[in-house]
């Protein structure tokens, strides 16, 4: 029965097809099989099977082995598996095994070679060397190690590891499997090597990114004569180092055996260019003759993207198909990344068009590519038509869509989808459960969480790795359970790596956590000492306690580790052309109508009622906070779009970083006043602007989560930032719970939007309510009356101190006596700080500054060593306020003492704040050549404060042309401070040089640079005044200007205005 219905389906599969001339002899038989091998025509193999079915030759074993090798050979796994379990003469035989599990792996089909290799076992079979060449592939394709470490014991016993080919086949696995040292054992203990094992060494190193390995075993292969293999994986490994030096060096001895008319060495040199920068390079190779392929073109296509030149990479793609190469598989997917990666949809469109007219939307892996694409540039509602569009849905397509779904906040389509996909009986991969469980966790779902997290093991036989756990960290964290995420850090099977512990840490900030945060943020220094990120978020835990020396601290950290903040870049598409912008751009042609526009929307938004984030401003000096904002690359992209897109068309813009507040609040104005949606994609997530309002507190209320405190913490910061004083208000007092983060949002926001008398009821509320403020209220409220030198307001908070008990926290004595510093009572620090009984270096710091802010160097002196006596050792900030107690009093022995006893005795690096400080003081007393040689002799690159220091000496001892060049070097660093411009202007003007003052004056005029206007405050029976240049707003503005007519009339006052004149 089972021959006949194996005859039954041959027949199908040769109906309607004119069969062979019947064959008499074995010669016959091998005559035809040999062709049909040849030609991999299943069609003719199956018309063999057929015959030998009909004459009654199916049976014998050798028969059987050549028709399975005839079907592996044709690449049918279907015919290959219905004929190995049609017979049972196979069981017997290891050569039919071994056909049959090499055509499973060479289909990538590892799991069932596996099923197949441990069924051949259990029959008593034993593999050989080709068994075990053939399996071993296998378990290198799905990255299955701990199979392939059985293998290898299996090896091992039977005596295989001299065999070569076994030999490279165990390495090629290990490498593949990302366990170089297991690749590098089997390596070292193989008797014989020869070029396929060192050409598996080096792309093993290549594919797990140990470039600097891969060439340090390519020069040993040099004896032996790398081939083109060797070549283009070192040339590879340049790219990734972009070891520019070497791969010329290989690129000659390319030339010199004359490989380089071979087109797959050609690829890897036009890509090695590319990725080392060099395009003209690059342009050069691909243009000058040989052969090309399409793997050329892509390669050449992505190194235009690579390389930021997207105009050229269309242009590319248009040649390749005018010379009539076909784009592959790889070619659109590469095309669609590329345009994702800048969002750069009309690009993504065009290529699209073309798919579809080519008919290859039809494969998975490009519909997949066209679903991430269009949710990558914003456009969430194409990528959904194009996945339902799709007929046959792989995993990866359905992955795209669930990944598009949560970078688009919604979180619930995506695991309904995610649920739909299981339901179909689709099989989840490991990237699927990184995306729905991130999706759980931007909505808070625990259970489903760990449900989907248990199952991975339990149900999908997949084991959890680290960006799993990090995203179950993330969840635990976002819901403010940080000791049982910490829990379950410990429980981890492997080490924690910098996703879990970044995690962690943003957990804590969010919750408010000071003391874990600073745990978390050591480990992070220690696995990435050269991240940002890390820093910054460690900084804005502290900046939001109103730990602000323990701020200055870890930026500090940053200059001596020469972490800088990345900068701001910024894509947006227009007419088929991607602009770009860096942060403070002024390279457009069309610069002065991009910085008008700019001005015109400041104006615009400012009548309704914007206020500048000036915490997210990058420049420190007081007056251009809000000038350097405007700066920021988002901005310039916005002003574009705004000047060039046809209105009421969208604005998609693409960060690289995170969008800050500020630049969240003016697309929201934006929206509204020019009645456009501007989507912002940054590097977390989307933000769609419509009608003046950001698409979160809508999906926040959608899916119920307002009522979670944490929630409503956050949306009445984002309230208070972006100038809603009257929408954070109502989502504070509209019912719900509250806990002191609450209160402590609410009062910084009274004093973020300058309601400062709002500050103080809602303080007295919060304590009439019972809530006790915490540390951080306290120094937030102290830091705030110290910004605004609101001296009543601070005494009447340090009473209520002094009642509960929180003066011996240390945190809040320093803010205390910084307060009252800034508020102009010295003696009121003084004695804080005397009544102070634990003083940690902070307090002692703080101090010192106070001195140093009033003038009084010897005190701080005194005191700084006084601390030292007591056996306290200053920090980074310290030695910033000691050195410019010293460089405002000319003494250049103690400043260069204290300067050097930093690293030789403190073992303290001192940063660019420190230099900036011995400039000044160098300068100061007029040694300006000694100055300048000090800045030669730094160990990095001097920025805007040691030249800022260099200028204003300049300025006061009369160096004009010193000046100038220093000026210049500012006006590169920052164009946008007006500072610079000033000091240079002053210089000029006191000299007589009016026309070079003019022409500082016209070019703060192109750079749209504008002098701030002064503000002042002053604090009257509990409330604060603020007064502006030139202000007649005020009730008893009359009564004002008569105070001044009188004080004008006095001698004193007439002199001084007098000795003033014609100084700006």
């Not at 179950?472 to 099977?493: N, Q, T």
């Not at 945060?517 to 109103?546: C, Q, T, W």
Request: proline letters at 3%; aromatic letters at 10%.
């Amino acid at each position: 029965m089972i021959i006949m219905k194996l005859v039954l389906q041959l027949q199908l599969f040769t109906s309607g097809v004119p069969k062979f001339h019947q064959f008499s002899s074995v010669p016959d038989l091998k005559h035809l099989l040999n062709n049909a091998a040849k030609l991999k025509s299943l069609k003719h193999a199956t018309q063999i099977h057929s015959q030998l079915v009909t004459t009654n030759n199916h049976a014998s074993l050798a028969n059987i082995n050549t028709l399975l090798l005839l079907y592996a050979k044709c690449g049918s796994i279907h015919h290959t598996l219905l004929l190995f379990n049609t017979y049972p003469h196979p069981s017997t035989n290891v050569v039919t095994w071994t056909t049959l599990i090499n055509q499973l792996s060479r289909s990538n089909k590892p799991f069932q070679a596996l099923t197949f290799f441990n069924r051949m076992r259990t029959t008593g079979i034993y593999p050989n060397h080709f068994t075990f060449s053939a399996i071993l592939p296998a378990c290198a394709h799905a990255a299955l190690l701990s199979e392939g470490q059985q293998i290898h014991a299996l090896i091992h016993k039977h005596c295989f590891l001299n065999d070569p080919f076994v030999a490279t086949a165990l390495l090629d696995m290990y490498a593949k499997c990302g366990s170089m040292l297991l690749a590098e054992n089997v390596f070292d203990e193989m008797p014989h090597r020869n070029l396929v094992s060192w050409n598996s060494m080096i792309v093993g190193f290549v594919k797990n990114k140990l470039y600097g390995r891969a060439i340090g075993v390519f020069r040993e292969v040099l004896s032996l004569g790398p081939d083109q293999v060797s070549i283009s994986s070192v040339l590879s490994a340049c790219a990734g180092l972009v070891e520019l030096d070497f791969g010329k060096q290989v690129h000659g001895s390319i030339v010199k055996r004359g490989l380089v008319g071979l087109v797959y060495v050609k690829n890897s040199l036009v890509d090695m260019y590319c990725k080392c920068g060099l395009f003209e390079d690059a342009t050069k190779l691909f243009c000058g003759g040989g052969d090309r392929d399409v793997v050329t073109w892509n390669v050449m296509i992505m190194g235009c993207f690579h390389c930021q030149n997207f105009e050229q990479a269309c242009t590319y793609f248009q040649a390749m198909i005018r010379e009539g190469v076909e784009p592959d598989e790889a070619s659109y997917s590469s095309l669609f990344h590329a345009s994702a990666s800048i969002a750069a949809l009309t690009q993504g469109t065009m290529i699209h068009s073309h798919v579809l007219k080519t008919g290859h939307v039809k494969n998975s892996r490009i519909s997949s590519s066209l679903v991430t694409m269009y949710g990558k540039c914003g456009s969430m509602l194409d990528a959904y038509q194009v996945f339902r569009e799709t007929k046959e849905h792989n995993v990866v397509c359905w992955t795209a869509m669930i990944t598009v779904f949560h970078q688009h906040g919604c979180a619930n389509e995506a695991i309904k989808l995610f649920e739909e996909m299981l339901n179909e009986g689709v099989v989840p991969e490991y990237i699927t459960f990184v995306s729905v469980l991130s999706a759980c966790s931007h909505t808070g779902k625990i259970d489903d969480g760990f449900k989907y997290f248990n199952s991975m093991a339990n149900v999908h036989n997949i084991k959890p790795g680290l960006e799993h756990y990090a995203c179950m960290v993330d969840l635990l964290g976002r819901v403010g359970r940080l000791e049982e995420a910490c829990r379950f850090i410990e429980s981890m099977p492997f080490e924690p790596d910098s996703l879990v512990w970044g995690a962690l840490l943003g957990a804590c900030g969010k919750h408010a956590n000071v003391e874990m945060g600073r745990e978390v943020a050591e480990r992070l220094f220690k696995l990435e000492p050269d991240n940002p990120g890390n820093y910054m978020l460690l900084s804005n835990i502290y900046i939001r306690h109103g730990m602000l020396e323990e701020a200055d601290e870890v930026r500090r950290l940053m200059g001596i580790n020469g972490v800088r903040k990345e900068s701001g870049c910024s894509w947006i598409d227009v007419k088929n052309r991607t602009f770009v912008f860096n942060a403070n751009d002024r390279s457009h042609s069309r610069t002065q109508e991009i910085y008008g526009m700019l001005q015109k929307l400041k104006e615009l938004i400012k009548r309704r009622g914007y206020v500048a984030e000036t915490q997210f401003a990058t420049n420190s000096v007081e007056g251009s906070e809000e000038q350097s904002l405007w700066c920021h690359s988002e901005k310039l992209a916005l002003a574009f779009g705004l000047l060039v897109l046809p209105p009421g068309s969208p604005v998609r813009i693409k960060k690289n970083l995170r969008t800050c507040g500020d630049c969240h609040t003016v697309m929201k104005f934006a929206s509204e006043i020019f009645q456009r949606e501007i989507i912002v994609r940054d590097i977390n997530r989307f933000h769609r602007f419509t009608n003046g309002s950001c698409s979160l507190h809508g999906s926040i209320v959608k899916r119920g989560l307002v009522g979670l405190v944490y929630v409503k913490n956050s949306l009445v910061d984002v309230y208070c930032k972006c100038g809603l004083f009257e929408d954070a208000t109502k989502l504070f007092c509209g019912g719900g719970d509250r806990n002191v983060v609450t209160w402590n949002v609410m009062i910084m926001g009274c004093f973020h939007c300058r309601n400062f008398e709002q500050a103080c009821t809602y303080f007295q509320a919060m304590i009439r309510e019972g809530v006790e403020p915490d540390g951080a209220s306290y120094t937030s409220l102290f830091h705030a009356s110290a910004s605004i030198a609101a001296l009543t307001q601070g005494t009447m908070i340090h009473s209520h101190v002094l009642k509960t008990g929180h003066v011996k926290d240390s945190h809040i004595s320093s803010s205390l006596v910084t307060m009252y510093g800034k508020c102009g009572s010295m003696l009121d620090a003084y004695q804080v700080f005397r009544e102070t009984k634990e003083h940690y270096v902070v307090c002692w710091t703080a101090m010192i500054t106070v001195f140093h802010l009033h003038g009084c160097a010897n005190e701080a002196i005194e005191l700084f060593e006084e601390m030292l006596n007591e056996g306290v050792a200053p920090e980074y900030i310290t030695f910033i306020s000691i050195l410019s107690v010293c460089s405002h009093t000319g003494k250049i022995d103690d400043g260069f003492k204290y300067f050097n006893s930093m690293a030789n005795v403190h073992n303290i690096k001192p940063g660019l704040d420190h230099y900036a400080c011995m400039v000044d003081l160098l300068g100061r007393v007029g040694r300006l050549e000694e100055a300048c040689r000090f800045i030669e002799s730094m160990p990095f690159e001097p920025d805007s404060l040691v030249w800022g220091a260099l200028l204003g000496a300049c300025g006061k001892h009369a160096n004009v042309e010193m000046g100038r060049e220093a000026a210049e070097r500012l006006f590169k660093l920052e164009p946008d401070n007006p500072r610079n411009y000033m000091l240079l202007l002053n210089i000029y003007l006191r000299h007589g040089m009016l026309e070079e003052a003019d022409e500082v004056r016209r070019l703060m005029g192109i750079n749209g640079v504008r002098k701030e206007s002064g503000c002042s405050w002053i604090d009257v029976n509990n409330r604060t005044f603020v007064f502006f240049a030139n202000d007649r707003s005020l009730s008893r503005t009359q009564e004002i200007y008569g105070m001044l007519q009188k004080l004008h009339g006095f001698p004193l006052i007439s002199t001084l205005n007098q000795s003033h004149c014609g100084v700006v």
